[in-house]
């Protein structure tokens, strides 16, 4: 089962979310997250898993009206990020994103990598510099644009413009990176280098990836969260899932026979 | 060869089946539609071919009196007076300077305006605050003119008492504030179209609601926040009433906005209030006025085309 060894970089407890319009979307929703690891949330449309997601980096705080309950205990703080005194911005700092549709700014290949550090203050150009091409070379990216920087991002294609979104995200060092469906607007063979990247990714950070490929998830993770109608209905490492799942719902799920 | 011949031959063997047939009613309602949107959207382009046509016209006339070169160079304007000159440069400084003053004010405010409202404002606040600005689009323009004159002008002469009682700061700055709507207003709604997923990309990485608004969101918006500026240039250069009556209306070639001075709309509408011959030299002056007016006009309208279009939108 799990390895003993690995530690816990968050988890999630008890957590309850409602939208502003008072739909409850989590239900009592528990989950560890351990670093350096890749964690898959799936499960049908609408079962709350990019719901649960943002709440790490709560993004959900930009829409008034919106209420979390419960923790998001994030290690090695031992903090509820969750929590009213707690600063999202800096919880945001820690955690990024990246998100369903390629997001670039209107800005350069450059820039868009630097805005992270811009937004952090940083005004050294050579640690600028440093950091936006060592986050070009972490999203594998930088033979591609290296004679390029100061193209406007959306001159790339879509599978480069992910990648990029990615390296932006990775430019500030992230401790966790969230990943909303980062493949579903892209291509087979884009799909597969994003997936590559996120294997390549894990020695340095924990990933929580939420996909509606379950392929997708057998591939990269190594837990997989199943979730029907905002419950955490299974959670395990993801062989366990895939091969033994020990609920009726996630075996039904996982062959096809609904979802 | 012979499968070709068959197949030919099958081709125009084929009756068209009456089910499949043209339908010519349909056909000839189709058309008839397509004219009248075509006329209505026509109709915009032959009023300004129609009135571009007159002004010509009638500045021709003009020019056959008036050497172009007096026209351009002449640093006096009193085409009513009898020591006449024809210098259009005293009303171009007028209009240029009322213009300049006017956006100095509108184009910071209208912006900033326009960033709260998108970006900052919240849903309540926004759906009483704009209605309420874009009220201020319905306030006549002489009254405008007046509040220049009457209010903002004794106002001003408190901080510079030597500002005379007609004067381009008044006027500009009255004009500018008439102006912030049409500003906030097209910018706000160029920044609201800009993508949400946008904004979460900057907010995830841990930016602030103003690094957001800032670095984000305004360049994205960046086509239709020129488009806001240009619309109120061109509403600045062809505004009459509050320069004709605040501003003064002695051409006076200044480009010191303490000065009174005329404006190209402020001498027309001073001319044509008046009682002149038709076919006069003072009657066809006011053409040629308008002439350059609709060219300065068209000059910003044409540069703000091109920023645009250097600019377009980008996501």
């Known amino acids: 089962m799990i390895n003993a060894t690995t530690a816990l970089k968050a988890e999630s407890r008890d957590l309850n979310f409602f939208y502003s319009n008072g739909n409850q979307a989590l239900k009592s929703v528990s989950m560890p997250l351990y670093e350096n690891k890749i964690t898959a949330l799936i499960g049908p449309s609408g079962c709350g898993k990019s719901t649960f997601l943002r709440c790490f980096n709560r993004m959900h705080d930009l829409y008034p009206g919106n209420k979390y309950e419960g923790q998001i205990v994030m290690h090695p703080d031992n903090t509820n990020i969750l929590e009213a005194g707690v600063d999202p911005i800096e919880v945001r700092m820690r955690i990024s994103m990246v998100f369903q549709k390629p997001n670039p700014f209107p800005k350069s290949i450059f820039e868009n990598v630097a805005y992270g550090l811009r937004v952090r203050g940083e005004k050294n150009k050579r640690t600028v510099a440093d950091k936006v091409e060592e986050a070009l070379k972490g999203a594998a990216l930088w033979n591609e644009v290296k004679d390029r920087q100061q193209d406007l991002a959306f001159n790339l294609s879509g599978g480069q413009q992910q990648r990029l979104c990615i ?15 980062p493949t579903s607007a892209l291509d087979p063979i884009a799909t597969a280098n994003i997936e590559e990247l996120m294997s390549e990714l894990k020695s340095k950070l924990t990933i929580l990836v939420v996909t509606h490929n379950m392929q997708q998830a057998a591939r990269v993770s190594d837990y997989t969260a199943y979730m029907y109608l905002g419950e955490m209905m299974e959670y395990g490492d993801t062989d366990t899932i895939f091969t033994r799942p020990t609920r009726k719902e996630t075996e039904d799920y996982i062959t096809g026979k609904f979802g | 060869m012979n499968t070709a011949t068959n197949m030919q031959n099958q081709s125009t063997a084929l009756s068209i089946s009456p089910r499949l047939a043209k ?36 500045s021709l006339g003009f020019f056959k009196v008036v050497s172009l070169v007096e026209f351009f160079t002449s640093t006096e304007w009193t085409p009513l007076f009898e020591d006449a000159h024809y210098g259009i440069m005293p009303l171009v400084s007028g209009t240029l300077t009322t213009s300049a003053v006017a956006l100095a004010v509108a184009v910071p405010v209208g912006t900033i305006g326009a960033i709260y409202l998108s970006e900052f404002a919240s849903h309540k606040t926004r759906e009483i605050v704009k209605p309420m600005l874009e009220l201020l689009v319905g306030v006549p323009t002489i009254a405008f003119g007046y509040f220049a004159l009457l ?91 509050v320069v004709a009556v605040a501003a003064g209306q002695q051409p006076t070639l200044t480009f010191n906005p303490m000065d009174g001075a005329a404006t190209i709309t402020a001498y027309i509408v001073q001319v044509a209030m008046g009682d002149l011959p038709h076919g006069s030299i003072g009657y066809q002056s006011i053409f040629a006025a308008g002439l350059v007016l609709f060219a300065l006009t068209l000059g910003f309208n044409i540069i703000g085309h091109i920023v645009r279009k250097k600019f377009r939108e980008q996501y």
Not at chain 2, 26 to 44: G, T, Y
Not at chain 2, 206 to 214: D, E, M, S, V
């Open chain 1, 167 to 181: 390296a932006r995200a990775l430019a500030t060092d992230p401790e966790i990176m969230l990943f909303d469906e």
């Open chain 2, 151 to 241: 209010f903002v002008t004794p106002l001003l002469q408190k901080v510079f008492p030597e500002l005379p009682g007609f004067n381009m700061l008044s006027a500009g700055i009255v004009m500018g504030v008439m102006i912030v709507p049409y500003i906030a207003s097209v910018a706000e709604d160029a920044m609201r179209a800009v993508p949400m997923s946008m904004r979460e990309g900057s907010y995830a990485m841990g930016a602030t609601r103003f690094q957001t608004a800032i670095r984000v969101v305004t360049p994205a918006a960046v086509s239709g926040i020129v488009a806001a500026y240009i619309l109120a240039i061109s509403r600045a250069v062809g505004e009459t009433m």
């Open chain 2, 23 to 58: 339908n010519v009613r349909r056909n000839i309602k189709e058309r008839v539609i397509e004219l009248i949107l075509m006329l209505a959207a026509l109709s915009a382009v032959f009023t300004t071919f129609a009135i571009v046509a007159i002004l010509l016209y009638e």
